[in-house]
């Protein structure tokens, strides 16, 4: 990022140009969003700022779920809507944005004052004369709101809203009524940097806290490290990796947390995914005697049924701007501060545990004849191999963010999947800003979607906004004829509404207006190989999408025994009662193994010691 | 709709059954939206219900457009959608049914109690145990919200939400926690048709409203009768075209009132679109004495800036649930009652005004040669006589949406847009419900669909669930380039960001999966008359879709004025300023053609007195 500004401002700009100079300041290079009756002015803005882009999504979720996938990759996002229908369209995306911890800006042209004072039933309204309502709607997904409508302290409002999107990593709000987009302000302001450092810092605390978490580090004989969501968020990927340089504790990752840690790194022990782990993964964490999440983000997916919920008495928790040490919880204590201090205090000669060797966390790979029908448990392992540094691998919610996990990376790959918020057909959009911010990035990475059937269907047009652009993304799309990840949690295989119409999928691109494109289908596992096997396809240089067609009741390992195991209602989470002490690892496992999952009746309120 | 049940229950159901049971009783056949975790099992149980049909959409905005477009047929439709992702999805669409009165019942299946009370980290959750907050949003475009999680009550909150939904015609919030929808309930009060009468009503209002509305009708000298939408909201036509009979007034209607008058009746004078209706109405409707605006919903969009919001000392405004008169309001008296006390009382004898003749509102249609490229302005008049009775008509926000005007119905022509709330993609959504709302009335009318190049692609998908299901739409895809209806609106022809990426259109079809149906692409006159002259085109036996190719600045003829005559920024309504009694009609009529359209900075707080 860039806090040096290239070129020189005129004294005095209108407040549109504040806004994106200031977004442009902090490495935001593509707007996304669509243009509206409210917003337009802003829009022609976009066009007279240096190497800004007005993206032009096809519907405005696209449009958020492209500015979270940006920001994901870039740590900050802008999505531009206009008033009433266009900001409501977004909502369910920039709540996704809120909820998972994703930095955006969410720019909504509203009516001129004028207008709002008078109550006008102006279209785009309720009818009623309530123009706060939308603006409402969206503080409630926002960390902070505003509505730029006092000339003397928009600038200002500006810079905290972005601010406040930047470091706390989570939507704004900012509302500019029509008549203030053109409004002359003064530019004196961008010529020095935002202010991203951590808020007010207590020197106390922090040092009360660490000193803490380092005598137990040193003690610890069996201790893990596991790095969460929270970790990429804030841009953290290189602290992490000292962590475990100097600890030498085994490392693993949530899936919220996959491409947050060096996956070649020998000290990494695998994708934790509590109960249903693999049992290598399992042996480590389950009887470790000390834990550390890191940007931690818990989540039922990501550590399925808050497996170690219960285990609190021996974890620490960083979140992004608080922590948990055992019970105690420490506020206003931000995540990059304490690991930033935990770095610089902490002494490796005092540490006790003595690092062991573990197993690969990956099974060995099924050898299966070409002539097979495709399965998913052999797929993933199979594209451990063919993924380069440096990718950006993005999972729709469904079997591939379970699948995924059975990938191992290369060092640097980047991860994208919305497991908390799991709103379905989000990585189709997500891959489209991905995209542009790997674009941005001239290094020129690949961006690799896996999205199912089912699920592409709910944002298929958003792959237009890909050609009109250029963009190369490599497209797997898995066919398994319907909703799969649904038919296995609610244990009906056959239920008509799982079902979705047939396309003809391999038609998409060119529907849409693609010219210079590749299209393959692959159905066994000869078609697989040859696939990966062929560098022409390796290559990003034209948008790719292939068909994988898969079984409709094929999926990867831990989801499928998690269906075929299951033999009651699905279950939320495990049930503390289950955890007698005194059992033992493996009589443990065998019960676990039987009990994962979800059920709405037997709930342990102790879960809410992880939030 | 039967109000007497077929087929009897057992005493003892799901309540699950008993919400579907009584949607099914008002007539709802057709469910919209998607499965999720926590609706799958209400889904399981439609399945159950004869005659009732699971549409399963593409995504959940499409659900919700689709639920409205059925409403607009039926009255009444349902949208099912899950927690979190899949309501937050919906919002836009059920603010629009919201904003524009349509009944709209939208179940959201929850998560269980136990999982609430314990505030559980859920996936679909924001992450900080607030459950509430989606139902919050909810309710902001509801006109009541209920969760069903008391046993005791939860029939009657069934009851109590679909009333008013069907008599208010509006939005209502049903959340349903997982646990609840296979609770067992009495069916016993489904044995008694929902209660469908008008609330408390009071004679002595009734009265002295009537009368006072009555004595101005029968000393009218130059009156005029305006429908507007919410007449065919509460299935008014009929009553309607009494009031015509009876009095012999000239009759017109808005927009949003368009297929609620019979447009071939000798009364009928035209569309009233405010300051750009045609001469021919304005010379009818600026200078009467009286207006009678029934089921009066006004928008910028249909009286075009408020038109006659500065004349309401002339005018009687029936709106669903309140009346005005001059500038007294009748709180409380709903539109049916309204109606029907004034036809019992009418005495046509006392009636002043003589019927006078009028010009029929079509300019003469324009004759153009073969080989020219079409114009907006001469298509919408040639669709007048290729329209049939009962043809159910649907236009998009934008260029059709004003076109459509142009065109004079058949009787008993029924006709879908979103004029107040105006987001653009929802006619594809609506072309849905209407289909299905058309399948089931059994004589198979029609339905046809206006949608530009630009709308169709933020929901284009929906068309496969119309292919899905065998539906038969004609689809008219008004390609013009982009946005034209924004390039119009903000005066700029060639900003980039009007502009889309350009899609195969006749390919979309068999792309989602079509074996049987008709593509046509018209370029010029002679393309247009052979395509309305071919007796096999205009049977509805398959979908169809004909891409028109227009000109990017072309519109209907009222757009384009408004656009060529502008000259400073597009105004919101006239300044009553500008609106000085001794000026004469044709001075005035000059002055107002330089002057509709928007005006941010210059408006009047009068306006008020229409809502």
Same mark, same amino acid.
């Given at each position: 990022m860039n806090y040096v500004y290239q070129f020189a401002l005129p004294p005095e700009i209108t407040l549109g140009h504040y806004l994106l100079h200031r977004l442009r300041q902090l490495g935001v290079h593509t707007i996304f969003g669509l243009p509206g009756e409210f917003n337009m002015p802003l829009l022609d803005q976009i066009y007279t700022i240096p190497q800004m882009?007005?993206?032009?999504?096809?519907?405005? @979720?696209?449009?958020?779920?492209?500015?979270?996938?940006?920001?994901? %990759?870039?740590?900050?996002?802008?999505?531009?809507?206009?008033?009433?229908?266009? &900001?409501?369209?977004?909502? +369910?995306?920039?709540?996704?944005?809120?909820?998972?911890?994703?930095?955006?800006?969410?720019?909504?042209?509203?009516? =001129?004052?004028?207008?709002?004072v008078k109550q006008l039933l102006l279209h785009h309204t309720l009818g009623n004369g309530d123009f706060k309502v939308f603006n409402r709607l969206g503080s409630?997904?926002?960390?902070?709101?505003?509505?730029?409508?006092?000339? $003397?302290?928009?600038?200002?409002?500006?810079?905290?809203?972005?601010?406040?999107?930047?470091?706390?990593?989570?939507?704004?709000?900012?509302?500019?009524?029509?008549?203030?987009? +053109?409004?002359?302000?003064?530019?004196?302001?961008? +010529?020095?940097? @935002?202010?991203?450092? *951590?808020?007010?810092?207590?020197?106390?605390?922090?040092?009360?806290?660490?000193?803490?978490?380092?005598?137990a580090i040193y003690k610890s004989e069996n201790p893990a490290i596991i790095a969460d969501a929270c970790v990429s968020r804030h841009g953290l990927v290189e602290e992490m990796q000292q962590l475990v340089e100097l600890t030498k504790f085994p490392v693993f990752c949530t899936p919220m947390g996959k491409g947050s840690v060096d996956e070649q790194h020998p000290r990494f022990g695998g994708t934790f995914l509590g109960s249903i782990s693999s049992p290598q993964v399992r042996e480590v964490v389950d009887f470790s005697d000390f834990i550390l999440v890191v940007g931690a983000l818990l989540s039922d997916f990501s550590t399925s049924s808050f497996h170690f919920a219960y285990r609190t008495k021996n974890t620490v928790l960083l979140f992004s701007n608080h922590a948990k040490l055992k019970n105690a919880s420490y506020p206003d204590l931000e995540l990059k501060v304490a690991l930033k201090v935990l770095l610089s205090k902490l002494d490796p000669s005092r540490?006790?545990?003595?690092?062991?060797?573990?197993?690969?966390?990956?099974? =060995?790979?099924?050898?299966?004849?070409?002539?097979?029908?495709?399965?998913? &448990?052999?797929?993933?392992?199979?594209?451990?191999?063919?993924?380069?540094?440096?990718?950006?691998? %993005?999972? &729709?919610?469904?079997?591939?963010?379970?699948?995924?996990?059975?990938s191992k990376f290369p060092s640097r790959t980047r991860c994208i999947s919305q497991a908390l918020w799991g709103s379905v057909g989000y990585s189709v959009g997500a891959c489209l800003g991905a995209s542009f911010a790997a674009r941005e990035e001239g290094s020129n990475p690949r961006v690799i979607l896996f999205v199912g059937d089912g699920a592409l269907q709910l944002t298929v047009q958003?792959?237009?906004?890909?050609?009109?652009?250029?963009?190369? *993304?490599?497209?797997?799309?898995?066919?398994?004829?319907?909703?799969?990840?649904?038919?296995?949690?609610?244990?009906?295989?056959?239920?008509?509404?799982?079902?979705?119409?047939?396309?003809?999928?391999?038609?998409?691109?060119?529907?849409?207006? #693609?010219?210079?494109? $590749?299209?393959?289908?692959?159905?066994?596992?000869?078609?697989?190989?040859?696939?990966?096997?062929?560098?022409?396809?390796?290559?990003? $240089?034209?948008?790719?999408?292939? &068909?994988?067609?898969?079984?409709?009741? $094929?999926?990867?390992?831990?989801?499928?025994?998690?269906?075929?195991?299951?033999?009651?209602?699905?279950? @939320? @989470?495990?049930?503390? #009662?289950?955890?007698?002490?005194?059992?033992?690892?493996?009589?443990?496992?065998?019960?676990?193994?039987?009990?994962?999952?979800?059920d709405y009746d037997d709930m342990d309120g102790n879960v809410n010691s992880v939030q």
């Open positions: 882009v007005w993206a032009g999504n096809t519907n405005e @979720l696209n449009a958020a779920y492209a500015a979270d996938g940006y920001s994901r %990759i870039k740590r900050l996002g802008c999505l531009v809507t206009t008033f009433g229908v266009g &900001e409501l369209s977004a909502v +369910n995306g920039v709540a996704g944005s809120f909820a998972e911890h994703v930095g955006l800006v969410h720019v909504v042209g509203m009516p =001129p004052l004028s207008a709002q409630d997904v926002a960390d902070y709101t505003t509505v730029l409508n006092d000339v $003397d302290t928009a600038t200002e409002e500006i810079d905290k809203s972005l601010r406040i999107a930047f470091t706390r990593q989570r939507p704004v709000y900012v509302g500019i009524p029509l008549n203030m987009i +053109n409004t002359v302000v003064s530019s004196s302001l961008l +010529n020095t940097p @935002l202010d991203l450092r *951590p808020a007010l810092r207590n020197e106390e605390v922090e040092n009360e806290f660490i000193d803490k978490v380092l005598s540490i006790r545990y003595r690092p062991q060797e573990f197993s690969d966390v990956l099974k =060995p790979k099924l050898h299966l004849m070409n002539n097979v029908p495709l399965r998913q &448990e052999w797929i993933w392992s199979q594209l451990t191999s063919w993924f380069n540094p440096g990718d950006i691998v %993005i999972t &729709e919610t469904g079997t591939s963010a379970f699948g995924i996990n059975q958003e792959i237009s906004t890909m050609i009109r652009w250029g963009l190369k *993304p490599i497209i797997f799309l898995m066919n398994n004829g319907g909703y799969t990840i649904d038919r296995l949690l609610h244990k009906k295989s056959n239920a008509g509404y799982q079902d979705i119409q047939s396309w003809d999928n391999l038609k998409i691109l060119p529907t849409f207006g #693609a010219s210079y494109y $590749d299209t393959r289908k692959v159905r066994t596992v000869g078609d697989f190989l040859a696939l990966i096997s062929d560098p022409g396809f390796a290559i990003n $240089d034209k948008i790719k999408m292939v &068909e994988v067609v898969l079984p409709p009741m $094929d999926a990867p390992p831990a989801l499928m025994e998690k269906w075929l195991l299951e033999d009651k209602p699905v279950r @939320l @989470l495990e049930s503390p #009662a289950n955890e007698s002490p005194a059992e033992g690892p493996t009589a443990k496992r065998a019960r676990l193994d039987g009990q994962f999952g979800i």
